[in-house]
């Protein structure tokens, strides 16, 4: 199976900072990767697919890059309700899905 | 807008057959994939398998032999099978449409603990 890494496990930032979450993967997966948030007790939401495509209704301030092993997720401006659990996944054809353990993301 | 709801036993036996429903609205189950993943704190996301087009499946081998994914297609509901539960599948387990490798959007979730 592919092995996604993400770093930090956790981080603490302030409104209006830029954050940055990182993923690697253990093979190149192209831009098989999507990110996604979940808070506690709601469903996961998707938040950037292959890579670096904004779902339809996410704010601008999320946008993804990388390909090949290496991918980030950017919030430019953080803002209260962006506090969250995220998790990036890969979708590479002919194996199984999987996800990274998860970035928790606090306000300070 | 699509909407999916996942139900069934909140408590399984162990050797037992975890068996859950999911039900779709807003969409029909005979189009796109639909996948089940589940979460626990150990192991964290896990996807488990798809069914694509009523009969199509894909599982993850590390439960492959154990797991069965279906449709009904005249209640639009998919259904997950997951034979001689353990501890182990303890988890929060999810429906989610799975279409064009984008996994959205994501049931509520449903708590399964297997215990006796």
């Known amino acids: 199976d592919i092995q996604m890494t993400q770093s930090p496990s956790s981080l603490s930032a302030s409104v209006r900072d830029r954050v940055t979450i990182t993923c690697r993967a253990s093979?190149?997966?192209?831009?098989?990767l999507n990110w996604y948030q979940h808070k506690p007790g709601k469903a996961p939401n998707l938040l950037i697919y292959g890579a670096a495509n904004v779902q339809s209704g996410v704010p601008s301030r999320f946008s993804g890059s990388g390909s090949g092993t290496d991918f980030t997720l950017t919030i430019s401006s953080l803002q209260l309700e962006d506090c969250a659990t995220y998790y990036c996944q890969q979708t590479y054809t002919g194996t199984p899905y999987t996800f990274g353990q998860g970035t928790t993301l606090e306000i300070k | 807008q699509v909407q999916l709801q996942e139900s069934g036993p909140g408590l399984v036996k162990p050797s037992e057959t975890l068996s859950l429903t999911c039900t779709v609205s807003g969409d029909s189950v005979s189009h796109n994939h639909w996948s089940w993943i589940r979460q626990s704190p150990e192991k964290g996301l896990t996807w488990i398998g798809y069914i694509y087009k009523t009969g199509t499946t894909k599982y993850n081998p590390s439960l492959e032999s154990r797991v069965t994914i279906s449709v009904d297609t005249s209640k639009n509901q998919l259904s997950l099978k997951l034979t001689s539960a353990t501890a182990a599948d303890t988890a929060v387990y999810y429906c989610?449409?799975?279409?064009?490798?984008?996994?959205?959007?994501w049931g509520q979730g449903t708590l399964v603990t297997v215990s006796s």
């Open positions: 989610v449409k799975s279409s064009r490798s984008r996994f959205d959007p």
């Open positions: 093979q190149s997966i192209n831009t098989y």
